[in-house]
Nanobody, 121 residues
Framework: VQLQASGGGLVQAGDSLRLSCVAS????????WAWFRQAPGKKREFVAA???????YYGDPVKGRFTISRDSAKNTLSLQMNSLKPEDTAVYYC????????????????WGQGTQVTVSS
């Protein structure tokens, strides 16, 4: 499985962005997918996940502002980010896995290359 993330950019606080991640292969529906982020000098942080059976989970810092979704017809994972804050600035990574807890990056087998999101105040 190969993942290609896109959609990052430079925005102002309060703006919105939509990240996308296209997955290759025919296993999209059997995987659980997630977004993580990593700011300079910090550990990779869980952002959101959507399981193979479409349960969704969010990290506390983004609850109520971000929405994860998947389009199986297009093999695409998305992250709609609203009301962005400067603390959301990070490189965002999409990831996929077959088993394991959704929260831990170690559980994920496949990673996209990352897309930079910068939020100015």
């Amino acid at each position: 499985v190969q993942l290609q993330a896109s959609g990052g950019g430079l925005v102002q606080a309060g703006d919105s962005l939509r990240l996308s991640c296209v997955a290759s292969g025919r296993t999209f529906n059997t995987y659980s997918w997630a977004w993580f982020r990593q700011a300079p000098g910090k550990k990779r942080e869980f952002v959101a996940a959507i399981t193979w059976d479409r349960y969704t989970y969010y990290g506390d810092p983004v609850k109520g502002r971000f929405t994860i979704s998947r389009d199986s017809a297009k093999n695409t994972l998305s992250l709609q980010m609203n009301s962005l804050k400067p603390e959301d600035t990070a490189v965002y990574y999409c990831a996929g896995q077959l088993t394991g807890h959704y929260y831990y990056p170690e559980a994920y087998n496949y990673w996209g290359q990352g897309t930079q999101v910068t939020v100015s105040s």
